[in-house]
């Protein structure tokens, strides 16, 4: 059964830290890039970092300088580092693997930031 096992999510206050991670089974292999999606209530989902197969990656605006995705060959996945986190870092994070065609998502992990 192909899957994401995601972890790292957590209450934390701004200013502070987690480290999200995200595992894909043996069955998927990423043809095009693996990172993550957020999604908070009453908004769009949101596309916050991802890293493609020849090592690129690209953030959204709001996390540059304080998020870095990074690949895990070991575990076939990615992990993210989030500094500096803000209330509205808020969110259920999602892991999304992307094929050529589709892809592939997380059942997500919640990060809460207090003020």
């Known amino acids: 059964q192909v899957q994401l096992a995601e972890s790292g999510g957590g209450f934390v206050q701004a200013g502070g830290s987690l480290r999200l991670s995200c595992a894909a089974s043996?069955?998927?292999?990423?043809?095009?890039?693996m990172g993550w999606y957020r999604q908070a209530p009453g908004k769009a989902r949101e596309r916050v970092a991802f890293?493609?197969?020849?090592?690129?990656?690209t953030y959204a605006d709001s996390v540059k300088g304080r998020f870095t995705i990074s690949r895990d060959n070991a575990k076939n996945g990615v992990d993210l580092q989030m500094n500096s986190l803000k209330p509205e870092d808020t969110g259920t994070y999602l892991c999304?693997?992307?094929?050529?065609?589709?892809?592939?998502w997380g059942q997500g992990t919640q990060v809460t930031v207090s003020s």
């Open positions: 999304r693997v992307e094929l050529w065609r589709g892809g592939y």
């Open positions: 890293i493609s197969t020849g090592g690129t990656t």
């Open positions: 043996r069955g998927i292999y990423v043809e095009k890039a």
